[in-house]
């Protein structure tokens, strides 16, 4: 299975943008790059996700390398709602009959984001 | 448009005894994956079932087991419960691979 590297922490001021950078080296083609979040007792919230463009929705965006091997998500103002802890993970996609698809998602430790007043 | 839903979300089990944690998924959703969260081991894949048949299986022993149904909805078995089995264990369910995947609260599991 492909792995992914984050830092274990990251810091913030409130309403200031955050970069999240993740390092994913041995991604294959039908890995997709899932960004996930979970706070304090509570199931892991999805955020954001792409195979190789950039993407954007409300909640942040994804900056994905040319080569893939690399991924940064962007929270364009972070609030103290926004400190948990950030997830990069990989997602092996298979194809299987009639075009349906299924794949696990394989979590690493994450990046504990903290925002600041 | 309802969540995942995880029953029950709390559990004390004795060692030696077996559990079953049921996960319904959110309407039209076909994939449904289980994982392990613990503080030491983080969140571990457990198993994905896609249209009643298990489609990968993460690195647990054979008493961890799982099904899932018709109206996709899944079951995860634990038989023979030890104390490191001790656990958060969530569920989550996709319409399909490439896809956005939405976890339920979980199953806090006690075993004791």
């Known amino acids: 299975d492909a792995k992914t590297t984050q830092p274990n922490s990251m810091e913030s001021n409130e309403e200031e943008p955050v970069h999240l950078p993740c390092n994913h080296s041995?991604?294959?083609?039908?890995?997709?790059i899932h960004w996930y979040r979970q706070l304090p007792s509570q199931g892991p919230e999805y955020v954001i996700h792409?195979?190789?463009s950039n993407v954007n929705n409300r909640m942040a965006s994804l900056a994905i390398a040319e080569d893939r091997k690399s991924s940064t998500l962007i929270l364009h103002r972070a609030t103290l709602r926004d400190a948990a802890v950030y997830y990069c993970i990989l997602r092996d996609v298979v194809v299987g009959a009639g075009g349906t698809s299924y794949g696990k998602l394989t979590f690493g430790q994450g990046t504990i984001l903290t925002v600041h007043p | 448009k309802a969540g995942v839903t995880q029953t029950p979300r709390y559990l004390i089990k004795t060692r030696g005894q077996q559990v079953t944690l049921s996960c319904s998924p959110i309407?039209?959703?076909?994939?449904v994956s289980w994982y392990q969260q613990t503080p030491g081991q983080g969140l571990q894949f457990l198993f994905e079932?896609?249209?009643?048949?298990?489609?990968n299986k993460g690195n647990f022993p054979g008493r961890f087991s799982g099904r899932q149904f018709s109206n996709s909805r899944s079951e995860m078995n634990v038989s023979t419960l030890e104390l490191g089995d001790s656990a958060l264990y969530l569920c989550?369910?996709?319409?399909?691979?490439?896809?956005?995947?939405?976890f339920g609260q979980g199953t806090r599991l006690t075993v004791v």
């Open positions: 079932y896609f249209s009643e048949t298990q489609r």
């Open positions: 309407s039209g959703h076909r994939s």
């Open positions: 041995t991604i294959s083609g039908t890995d997709y």
């Open positions: 989550a369910s996709s319409f399909e691979g490439n896809t956005e995947a939405f």
């Open positions: 792409g195979l190789t």
